[in-house]
């Protein structure tokens, strides 16, 4: 018979084994334990830094929004009280034409005149601030600008264009803001 082979390893015992091995890694442990803690801290950090971004870009945008309103609302005031300033020495001259008309030797002519003036005023006003009438009369029907409300022949304006305004139209700055109500011609009438 054979001699056992005694170039075999020799048995290893697990707790001499498990000792060893775990002093190693303790051992490099400490390294990359330090790092990661010092990683994790300025993580933290950047998180913290951008929370507080956060709660200032959106108190920031919260601010813009209430500006944004509250200067809106005061350009809506300015251009109402300019358009009112405007308005107000019309009223006054309609006052003074009523009380006019009110004494005792008022005449129809004064009071005509009184009106005409505040229609001057008015329109003058109203123009100051873009708005401008529509007066179509003889012009081309355009369905853009005018609201057709009846048709009728006439031998002095041509087919398709306007031969009466019933109601007058108006525009500010360009827009429309009520068409003019026209009657539009058919042109001459068949005999």
């Keep these: ?14 707790e001499t084994s498990a000792a060893s091995s775990a002093t190693e890694p303790a051992e490099a442990a400490p ?10 801290a300025a993580a933290r950090k950047e998180a913290a830094d951008n929370y507080d971004r956060y709660l200032r870009s959106v108190a920031d945008l ?21 358009v009112l300033e405007d308005l107000i020495p019309v009223l006054d001259t309609l006052e003074q034409g009523l009380a006019a008309a009110k004494a005792p030797n008022a005449d129809l002519k004064t009071l005509v005149s009184g009106v005409e003036m505040v ?22 029907f355009d369905p853009n600008l005018h ?26 700055n360009g827009r429309l803001v009520r068409a003019a109500s026209v009657v539009v011609s058919t042109g001459a009438p068949v005999v």
Excluded at 4 to 10: A, Q, R, S
């Design 31 to 40: 390294a990359p334990a330090a790092a990661l803690e010092a990683s994790l």
């Design 62 to 82: 919260e601010n813009y929004r209430k500006r944004a309103v509250r200067d809106r609302e005061d350009a809506t005031h300015r251009a109402v009280t300019r």
């Design 119 to 140: 229609g001057i005023k008015l329109k003058g006003a109203l123009s100051g601030h873009g708005l401008a009438e529509i007066s179509p009369l003889g012009k081309p």
């Design 147 to 172: 609201e057709a409300i009846s048709q009728q022949p006439s031998s002095d304006i041509p087919a398709d264009s306007v031969a009466n305004v019933v109601r007058t139209g108006y525009t500010l």
């Design 1 to 14: 018979m054979s001699q056992p082979d005694t170039t075999e390893p020799l048995p290893v015992n697990p």
